[in-house]
Each structure stands twice: as C-alpha cells, then as structure tokens.
C-alpha cells in the first residue's frame, strides 16, 4: 500500500469543513492531520472574512513557506482582487462556499497527478488488473465481478478499486450497485486525446463502499472509438490511477477482450458444473491457446455455484479439461439474488454467508494487500492559527 499524503484542514468545524473530510475520506490516498500538527503534504485553510491586508500578507507568507506542498484555500466572503493576488502567488485551488463535493473531489486528484509528476514515474502506482469472463450466459459472471471488487475494497485498507464493465451490449453492473452513471467509457475513448487522472476520475461514478464504475457504452454508436489501441491506453492509465481493476469482460472474445486479456495479471473464467459450460471452457482454451502466447498461464477457472453433489463433479471437470480449478464458489443463489435485487453487495447484505467469504478470499488471492512503506518525514508549515 502507497504511503498516505497528509492534510492539515485549518478550519473551523463547519459545513465546509464537513465536505473536505468526507471527499478526503472517500480517498484512500490522503490522511487528515490532528490538531497541533504542523508537517503535510496539502493544507487547506479557510480565509476569516474581513481579515483585511493582515490575512493577505499570512497568506503570502504561508504560500511562500510551503514552497511546492501546495495550499487551497476556501472563503464565504472573498474579494476578487485579493483572489486574484493569492492565486497569482502560488494558492493552487479556491472553493467558494458553499462547497461543491464534486469540484472538491477533482481539486485532490489534479493535486495528486501534479505531485506524481513532480516525483517521477517511480511513484506512479502498478495495480492489478483482473479480468472475469463467463463461459457462458447466466453463471454470474457479473455478480463476481461486483462482489470481487468490493472484497478487494475491504481487504486491502485504503486501497483504490475500479470495477469496468465491458459486459456488452447490455453492462448490468450499475444496476447490481444501484448507481446511475452520468457517463461511460465509450465517451472516454472518443476523448482519447485529453485522456488523463482527472478526466477519468470525472467519468466514473463512486459507490458508498469506495468502489469506482466505469460504466459500459449503453448505444452501438458509442462504440466506434473501441479498438484494441485506445482501450490499452485506458487501461494503462486506470492500472496507475487504481490499485486494482476489475473488469466485467462479458463471454465474447474478439480483438478487444483479447488486448484485454493481454494486459490483465489473471483471467478469471467463471462456470457452473453442467456440459455446455464443460463445452465452452474446452472452446475457450482452445481459443487463447491459438490467439496470443501467455494468456494460458494467467488463466484461473472458477466453479461459481458449486456442488459437492452433482451430476458433473469438479474432478471430472479438471480430468475433462486437463487442467486444476482454481476456485470453488459455494452454492448459494438465494442470498446472492437477494443482494442483486436490493442493488447491494454480499459484503452489506450476508457478510457472513460461505459464498461472502469464499470471494473475500478468492480477491485475497487474486490481489493480495502489500506491506506498507516505511513513512518519510516531510518538511511543513508552522504558520496556522490556533482555534478551539
């Protein structure tokens, strides 16, 4: 796990300062400093109204101190001149009240991609990325798309999780989440050109758990940006933006999923124990085998569903196919409808069910929690004023 950047809000307790700790909350890069503390990386100060000349020139000052660990500012009453001054002498953002939530959230990933780029790529992160794919239509290919991002959620604390859905022609992820997406990735690649941190984080839409979607393209005309080329650019960027991505890649292979495969640490091959999945996992195989050298080795098939009694067994499953099973899913579509059609995760509705568990150790697996970096001292402000 990244070391956090830290915060000093020197605010009163109010409304406004509410918003700041919640969207720094939502990030799991960020940590808020207590009272008295005077090292961070961002500060965050609340102008008094009529402070005059006086609060111009601690301002000044302040900027001055802080030298490239950035200072936003907020204020209910604010001269546009003064404004102008600040800014001009280094102030990075300014946020009227009241505060708007989104332009908050958007202000602290500009502030981490311009202090990423300030550092080096070095510092850039490398999260995994792990593809599911059914063998074939109704195993539940997105209900473990959604339950595996939000395991990785929990299991890895402050880590940051992106969920996609390229489960085309009709993505029902938002649906098992019971968000509205404002936007899809199929705009993202027809803006491919200003493709950056801060546009992507705008596009997606943020669960309560911490999960980000990114939803699929709704219409065919979307779609006329989909190639294989700017699809790895997103990926690519989102791999560095997210500690992991989950892709809900659907159950058709073509040139696109294939670069997706390509790119994904594992590929995730959902079944149920009867023959016609037998049959598609045996064509799948043959397929990959056939497209791109390497993607047999990430492979990783997974028996949602399972039975210990049935007809087809898992052993003749592997003896069938030639190949171990990676994961076994208990059997437990009762709860699981259930959490679909309330627009929950398992995680909120049966965290304790067998089925909540197995995904939870599966994600464990499939992206385990790294040891935290030893914390670097940081050079910081002494310059705030004190308040009860």
Not at 75 to 83: I, N, Q
Not at 94 to 114: D, G, S, T
């Amino acid at each position: 796990m990244q070391e956090k950047l830290t915060v000093i809000l020197d605010m009163d307790a109010s409304t406004a300062r509410g918003v700041f700790e919640e969207c720094l909350s939502e990030d799991g890069d960020f940590e808020v400093l207590g009272a008295g503390e005077e090292y961070a990386d961002l500060l965050v100060r609340e102008m008094v109204a009529g402070g005059g000349e006086a609060e111009l020139e601690a301002v000044a000052e302040m900027v001055a101190r802080r030298g490239e660990r950035e200072v936003f500012l907020t204020a209910a009453v604010y001269d546009a001149e003064v404004l102008m001054r600040l800014m001009r002498q280094g102030v990075r953002e300014f946020f009227p009240q009241p505060i708007n939530h989104e332009e908050v959230r958007m202000a602290l990933w500009r502030f981490k991609e311009r202090r990423e780029t300030r550092l080096g790529p070095r510092h850039s992160k490398q999260g995994r990325i792990i593809n599911i794919f059914g063998a074939k239509g109704g195993v539940g290919t997105t209900s473990l798309a959604v339950n595996l991002a939000a395991a990785c959620q929990t299991h890895k604390p402050g880590a940051t999780v992106a969920l996609m859905d390229m489960n085309l022609p009709f993505g029902e992820a938002q649906l098992f989440l019971d968000l509205s997406p404002k936007y899809h990735w199929g705009e993202v690649l027809g803006n491919i050109s200003r493709l950056d941190a801060t546009y992507l984080m705008s596009v997606m839409s943020r669960h309560p758990s911490g999960i980000y979607l990114l939803a699929p393209p709704s219409r065919l005309d979307d779609l006329q940006m989909a190639t294989p080329e700017n699809i790895a650019k997103l990926l690519d960027l989102m791999r560095q933006v997210f500690d992991t991505v989950v892709i809900d890649l659907g159950m058709y292979l073509d040139e696109i999923t294939l670069k997706v495969m390509e790119m994904s640490d594992a590929i995730v091959l959902i079944g149920v124990q009867n023959l016609p999945c037998l049959a598609n996992v045996r064509r799948f195989l043959d397929n990959i085998r056939h497209a791109e050298a390497g993607l047999e080795e990430k492979l990783k098939i997974v028996v949602n569903r399972h039975l210990e009694e049935s007809d087809l067994v898992v052993e003749d499953m592997e003896k069938a196919l030639g190949l171990p099973v990676f994961w076994r899913i208990p059997n437990d579509y009762q709860t699981t409808l259930s959490a679909i059609n309330q627009g929950k995760t398992l995680l909120e509705t049966a965290p304790r069910a067998a089925v909540t568990r197995s995904i939870g150790e599966l994600a464990a697996v499939l992206a385990p929690a790294t040891e935290a970096k030893p914390k670097k001292s940081l050079f910081g402000l002494k310059f705030l004023r004190g308040r009860s």
